[in-house]
Nanobody, 122 residues
């Protein structure tokens, strides 16, 4: 079993920054890929960014150049640095984990956190 706990969400003005954290416990963190997804009201959960066990990263086109995913295996934590935030980034952000390689669809991830709310005001 894996437990994931997100933190760092909040209210920020457009153009601002936030850093989300996701702390993992229960397995050998370094062997697992970590992903960030988001879900806005009335919309499906969508891929944001992911990092593999080997530190390969991929991003949704909508966040490329603005968001950066990173991981600290010593702290069992993955981060999502979000810069130049836009109102359309408003959503609940979830982290998720799967073995080794990244993936971009929610169904490919095995464990999920409870989510953290990010609200960007215009």
């Amino acid at each position: 079993q894996v437990q994931l706990v997100e933190s760092g969400g909040g209210l920020v003005q457009a153009g601002g920054s936030l850093r989300l954290s996701c702390a993992a416990s229960g397995r050998t963190f370094s062997r697992y890929a970590m992903g960030w997804f988001r879900q806005a009201p009335g919309k499906e959960r969508e891929f944001v960014a992911a990092i593999s066990s080997g530190d390969s990263t991929n991003y949704a086109d909508s966040v490329k150049g603005r968001f950066t995913i990173s991981r600290d295996n010593a702290k069992n934590t993955v981060y999502l640095q979000m810069n130049s935030l836009k109102p359309e980034d408003t959503a609940v952000y979830y982290c998720a984990t799967r073995l080794l390689r990244t993936a971009t669809t929610p169904g490919q991830y095995e464990f999920w956190g409870q989510g953290t709310q990010v609200t960007v005001s215009s």
